[in-house]
């Protein structure tokens, strides 16, 4: 049954999106122009299909946000969920870790309109006001570094949309590795600690090998979720359609995001070519998802063949 329902939502995807396709071209890939045209005036026909004239649309701009704040996420909430189940494994007594394993499963459950309120009321403009400054101030003259430098406005931007992101897939990664980890034998890691290995020691040479495969899917569910997030990033990342990210801090925005935003204008398209297009684009999150998913099956295959139970190599 997921097959057959992944197969049935993306053959229909592919269907609505032909026509958007074969009139958008390669320049959808490339493009930063995303215009709807004059949804009321004059219609135009490319390649057999009907468009409002004027008609121009570049996702770049999207998968840019997509995957740039997709990456933001995971280069902050990877370290801090595996250091937070480790903790809560191996440090924290065992009351104080069940209270904040059930604090970790309340998170995962919020949802995502009261992340997003919370980013935009809140964190972003702490962010803009307080963080960004003193990054600005402190940071070395290197031009590479000119990329965290900028007008942060009020928060809103791609990396308060990366962190918030964070946010949201740091209980679902920690949970899931916290569950691992828990599996992992007793013996192998008090014989680590018998042989001198300090606990990071004995945490990286054998409790995180024995776990690797499942904290990979634990890190692939977050990312699924970060990729498809559209409420809270609507919300924090200023919905800049049709210009590519200057700084770190700049306003952009990401596929689902759009889709969601420009649902309701593409609808008044009686050619139906904007809502074709909605389609095209939301194909590209599906592919780009589908990638991930077979990437993270490789590495999964991977560290399985290559790692022992206590650890890698011999």
């Given at each position: 049954?997921?097959?057959?329902?992944?197969?049935?939502?993306?053959?229909?995807?592919?269907?609505?999106?032909?026509?958007?396709?074969?009139?958008?071209?390669?320049?959808?890939?490339?493009?930063?122009?995303?215009?709807?045209?004059?949804?009321?005036?004059?219609?135009?026909?490319?390649?057999?299909?009907a468009?409002?004239?004027?008609?121009?649309?570049?996702?770049?701009?999207?998968?840019?946000?997509?995957?740039?704040?997709?990456?933001?996420?995971?280069?902050?909430?990877?370290?801090v969920?595996?250091?937070?189940?480790?903790?809560i494994?191996?440090?924290?007594?065992k009351r104080?870790?069940?209270?904040?394993?059930?604090?970790?499963?309340?998170?995962?459950?919020?949802?995502?309109?009261?992340?997003?309120?919370?980013?935009?009321?809140?964190?972003?403009?702490?962010?803009?006001?307080?963080?960004?400054?003193?990054?600005?101030?402190?940071?070395p003259?290197?031009?590479?570094?000119?990329?965290?430098?900028?007008?942060?406005?009020?928060?809103?931007?791609?990396?308060?949309?990366?962190?918030?992101?964070?946010?949201?897939?740091?209980?679902?990664?920690?949970?899931?590795?916290?569950?691992?980890?828990?599996?992992?034998?007793?013996?192998?890691?008090?014989?680590?600690?018998?042989?001198?290995?300090?606990?990071?020691?004995?945490?990286?040479?054998?409790?995180?090998?024995?776990?690797?495969?499942?904290?990979?899917?634990?890190?692939?569910?977050?990312?699924?979720?970060?990729?498809?997030?559209?409420?809270?990033?609507?919300?924090?990342?200023?919905a800049?359609?049709?210009?590519?990210?200057?700084?770190?801090?700049?306003?952009?925005?990401?596929?689902?995001?759009?889709?969601?935003?420009?649902?309701?204008?593409?609808?008044?398209?009686?050619?139906?070519?904007?809502?074709?297009?909605?389609?095209?684009?939301?194909?590209?999150?599906?592919?780009?998802?589908?990638?991930?998913?077979?990437?993270a099956?490789?590495?999964?295959?991977?560290?399985?063949?290559?790692?022992?139970?206590?650890?890698?190599?011999?």
């Amino acid at each position: 049954m997921p097959l057959l329902a992944l197969v049935f939502v993306l053959a229909t995807l592919v269907i609505e999106a032909l026509p958007a396709v074969r009139v958008n071209g390669l320049h959808f890939f490339i493009g930063s122009e995303w215009n709807p045209g004059n949804t009321y005036g004059s219609i135009d026909t490319s390649h057999g299909v009907a468009h409002p004239a004027g008609a121009v649309y570049g996702a770049l701009p999207l998968i840019v946000g997509t995957l740039a704040s997709s990456a933001i996420a995971l280069i902050v909430a990877v370290p801090v969920s595996i250091g937070a189940a480790l903790a809560i494994v191996d440090r924290l007594p065992k009351r104080l870790a069940s209270a904040v394993g059930m604090v970790l499963e309340l998170l995962a459950g919020i949802p995502s309109v009261v992340v997003g309120l919370w980013g935009a009321m809140t964190f972003g403009p702490f962010i803009a006001h307080h963080i960004a400054p003193v990054i600005a101030r402190n940071a070395p003259d290197v031009p590479v570094l000119d990329y965290f430098r900028g007008n942060t406005g009020n928060g809103e931007g791609m990396l308060v949309s990366g962190l918030v992101l964070a946010v949201m897939i740091i209980p679902i990664i920690a949970s899931t590795t916290r569950d691992l980890i828990r599996q992992v034998p007793l013996l192998p890691r008090e014989g680590a600690t018998a042989l001198g290995m300090s606990d990071w020691e004995s945490a990286r040479r054998v409790t995180l090998p024995w776990v690797s495969s499942g904290i990979v899917g634990a890190v692939v569910l977050g990312l699924g979720r970060a990729l498809g997030e559209t409420m809270a990033i609507a919300m924090v990342s200023g919905a800049e359609l049709g210009a590519l990210p200057s700084n770190i801090y700049s306003t952009m925005t990401t596929i689902a995001a759009t889709v969601v935003s420009q649902l309701d204008s593409a609808l008044t398209d009686s050619t139906n070519f904007a809502i074709k297009t909605l389609a095209e684009v939301s194909l590209v999150l599906m592919l780009i998802t589908l990638l991930t998913n077979m990437a993270a099956r490789a590495l999964v295959r991977r560290a399985s063949s290559t790692a022992l139970p206590v650890g890698r190599g011999a």
